[in-house]
């Protein structure tokens, strides 16, 4: 049975038990708990992908002359989403405004003037600490700093000596056997999808705030619906001068963005994106496995656009209902679209980056209203971390067809 389906039927078993459960008491801290152990199962798959296949990814692509395209289409395409998505977002936001719903985070704390700091502080130490012990221990919540040393790795496997081909050899198969893994973790994720599923509507459910204002909610559901099923493709359309069918790349991989909807945590949707951007989509594993950590770190476009929306509502809502003029609008959204390439410094609360970031940056107090946003942020997040798989999915694609090396996989082989 093809993925999309069990994945839909996981989706729909989610908002099953919240309707059942959702008013239970104990409901909500189990199935926390329950998800912690799938994002966790899936954060490990994801830093054995980055370990094993990202060295003899790069090496491969240097060894054929192929990364320069690569790189620069991935680039590009990163850049122009990051920018293009905020814009729209927030001209949406700014001709038809509404005011952020007050959550039960509201007035519960303050935002600390050295936050942004700390979060690069963190970093920083966990970058240069010099203890792959500890990255690898860190790697479920912050898998930048293997990235970063897999790279490097790559640079240095490149098979153009006797002495390199076999370690080159060992790496590429174990990148197979990384990559069977992910294909097997895709036929039995809608495990996993359904205990993130259940965590997200049951949060969304206690939590109330969702279905306070209906113009709000739609709002938000409307503007990455917009993305997915208009801005992207015609985008996509472009880079590929229409060679390749946007909208078969997105139905043959909905189980990804189930998976990224669900648990908002693009680390945790690598295995099911790479493993779908190979088999569903026909892009080359060396591609696969280079460019989806490479958008992890700059394509975000679909976060930095939740941001800008975000904080243009709060704004609207902090003036009493007043609009925001449209000028601020794109302005937020530049801002946003600029803090996005940093976002991967804060794994998780990617969200919660670009907004207190992009606020700092225009000098804009909220008085910690931006705060509101953790009541909401399963959605948020969820929201997000689709558009940014799609900016990936189509990303790979896109660098595939540059590269001159895609396929078409027949449907009967596709997970």
């Known amino acids: 049975m093809k993925t999309w389906i069990t994945y839909l039927a ?3 078993l989610g908002l099953a038990t919240t309707l059942l459960l959702g008013d239970t008491n104990w409901i909500l801290p189990a199935l926390y708990s329950l998800e912690n152990i ?3 199962a899936g954060a490990v798959l994801a830093a054995l992908l980055v370990i094993f296949s990202l060295p003899a990814a790069v090496a491969s692509l240097r060894k054929d002359r192929l990364g320069g395209k690569i790189v620069i289409s991935s680039l590009i395409w990163a850049i122009v989403t990051a920018f293009l998505l905020p814009i729209v977002a927030a001209l949406i936001a700014g001709f038809f405004p509404v005011s952020f719903p007050a959550s039960s985070t509201a007035g519960s704390g303050t935002v600390a003037d050295d936050y942004i700091l700390q979060v690069f502080s963190s970093a920083y130490q966990m970058i240069f600490s010099g203890n792959i012990a500890f990255m690898l221990a860190e790697a479920s919540v912050f898998i930048l700093p293997l990235i970063v040393v897999a790279f490097f790795v790559g640079l240095a496997l490149k098979p153009d000596a006797d002495v390199i081909r076999p370690a080159y050899i060992t790496m590429n198969s174990f990148s197979e056997v990384m990559f069977r893994l992910s294909r097997g973790f895709s036929y039995f994720g809608y495990f996993f999808v359904y205990l ?3 965590y997200m509507f049951t949060a969304v459910y206690q939590e109330k705030t969702f279905f306070f204002d209906a113009a709000f909610s739609i709002q938000l559901v409307l503007i990455p619906l917009v993305f997915s099923l208009v801005i992207l493709p015609v985008l996509f359309e472009i880079f590929t001068k229409g060679k390749k069918n946007p909208y078969k790349i997105l139905y043959r ?5 189930i998976a990224a909807l669900t648990s ?3 680390v945790f949707t690598m295995p099911f994106m790479m ?3 190979r088999y569903n ?3 080359q594993k060396r591609i696969s496995a280079s460019s989806s950590p490479l958008f992890y770190i700059i394509g975000r476009g679909g976060s930095a656009a939740i941001a800008t929306f975000s904080i243009i509502s709060i704004v609207t809502s902090v003036q009493a209902g007043a609009p925001v003029p449209l000028s601020v609008c794109l302005v937020i959204a530049l801002a946003c679209g600029i803090c996005s390439f940093a976002c991967s410094f ?3 609360f990617e969200i919660m980056f670009i907004t207190i970031a992009a606020v700092h940056v225009m000098k804009i107090d909220l008085y910690s209203a931006e705060l509101t946003m953790l009541g909401l942020l399963p959605v948020l997040s969820g929201l997000a971390v689709m558009v940014d798989a799609q900016i990936a999915i189509f990303g790979s694609s896109i660098a595939a067809y540059r590269a001159g090396v895609d396929v078409d996989p027949d449907y009967r082989d596709i997970l």
């Open 10 to 12: 996981a989706l729909f």
């Open 38 to 40: 799938a994002l966790s």
């Open 196 to 198: 993130t599923g259940s």
């Open 253 to 257: 991989n909905l189980a990804t963005q």
């Open 264 to 266: 908002g945590n693009y």
């Open 275 to 277: 493993s779908g951007e």
């Open 281 to 283: 989509d026909g892009v």
């Open 346 to 348: 804060s794994a998780g």
